[in-house]
């Protein structure tokens, strides 16, 4: 579930999350490293940022940037969780938590947050490139192409400036679930938002993660084949 920096508050079982997760680090470490995307070889000049979608997709842009994904690496509560990691698993721990929290940063090696789309959070270049993500219970993908094509749950739309690619994945909840679901390295389960909704009444009905979570908004113009292109809620507000 994703919710958003005024929702955080609200939620009773946040501080015993945060401990779960400092008992797992003390005792087991950190969980295995998946076998992934080999972050270290991808060119940090691939991703852009999210300020230069916004002058064709604006509302996506504004939704975005109310979102919890916008405020993933820069939250008040993650930094004071990144440096107690850091401090008790040693600098090589913040790498593990921004694969979620900042993955371009994870990408390119910069822990430290120094660049500006660093601390874009889960930003739109990310999201967008991803080609497949296969949950295994720790913060991973299994593809991305970041460059000049962009993956999405539509294919091409009149005027666009960059390539389009038509993307199965983008409109299933696996995209979700290579960091809404995390496991210690001995198994004990921390988030299993993903495992949730596959036990759900909603997963059996066809309901995935963007269903509820990314329902859609008002049209924008046609796409070349004359449909109207609905876009997907990129606020991600939590339904209760």
Same mark, same amino acid.
Do not use: N
């Given at each position: 579930m994703i919710l958003?920096?005024?929702q955080?508050?609200?939620?009773?079982?946040?501080?015993?999350l945060?401990s779960m997760?400092?008992?797992a680090?003390?005792s087991t470490?950190?969980?295995?490293e998946?076998?992934s995307?080999?972050w270290?070889?991808?060119?940090?000049?691939k991703?852009g940022s999210a300020?230069?979608c916004?002058p064709?997709?604006r509302?996506v842009?504004?939704a975005? *940037?109310?979102? #919890?994904?916008a405020e993933?690496a820069? @939250?008040?509560?993650?930094?004071? %969780?990144?440096r107690? &990691?850091a401090?008790?698993?040693?600098?090589?721990?913040?790498?593990?938590?921004?694969?979620?929290h *900042?993955?371009? #940063?994870a990408?390119t090696?910069?822990? @430290?947050?120094r660049?500006?789309? %660093?601390r874009?959070g &889960?930003t739109c270049d990310f999201?967008?490139?991803l080609?497949?993500v296969a949950?295994?219970g720790?913060?991973?993908?299994?593809?991305a192409?970041p460059?000049?094509k962009?993956?999405?749950p539509?294919g091409?739309?009149?005027?666009a400036?960059?390539?389009?690619?038509?993307s199965a994945?983008?409109a299933?909840s696996e995209?979700?679930g290579?960091c809404?679901e995390?496991?210690?390295?001995t198994?004990?389960p921390?988030?299993?938002?993903?495992?949730?909704?596959?036990?759900?009444?909603?997963?059996?009905?066809?309901?995935?993660c963007?269903?509820?979570h990314?329902?859609r908004?008002p049209?924008v113009?046609?796409?070349?084949?004359g449909?109207r292109?609905v876009p997907?809620?990129?606020s991600i507000p939590?339904?209760?």
């Amino acid at each position: 579930m994703i919710l958003t920096r005024r929702q955080w508050g609200t939620l009773p079982t946040l501080a015993t999350l945060i401990s779960m997760l400092t008992l797992a680090t003390q005792s087991t470490g950190l969980p295995e490293e998946p076998v992934s995307l080999p972050w270290a070889q991808v060119p940090r000049a691939k991703y852009g940022s999210a300020s230069s979608c916004r002058p064709c997709h604006r509302q996506v842009y504004e939704a975005w *940037s109310k979102s #919890a994904h916008a405020e993933a690496a820069v @939250d008040a509560l993650f930094a004071a %969780s990144l440096r107690s &990691v850091a401090r008790q698993e040693g600098e090589s721990a913040r790498g593990w938590c921004l694969k979620c929290h *900042s993955p371009v #940063a994870a990408a390119t090696g910069d822990h @430290d947050l120094r660049q500006p789309l %660093s601390r874009e959070g &889960v930003t739109c270049d990310f999201c967008h490139t991803l080609s497949a993500v296969a949950p295994r219970g720790g913060p991973e993908v299994s593809a991305a192409r970041p460059g000049e094509k962009s993956s999405g749950p539509h294919g091409r739309q009149a005027g666009a400036p960059h390539m389009r690619k038509l993307s199965a994945v983008h409109a299933k909840s696996e995209l979700c679930g290579g960091c809404h679901e995390l496991k210690s390295r001995t198994g004990v389960p921390l988030l299993e938002t993903y495992s949730e909704w596959k036990q759900s009444r909603f997963a059996r009905s066809g309901d995935q993660c963007q269903t509820c979570h990314m329902a859609r908004g008002p049209a924008v113009p046609p796409s070349e084949d004359g449909q109207r292109v609905v876009p997907p809620d990129h606020s991600i507000p939590a339904r209760r």
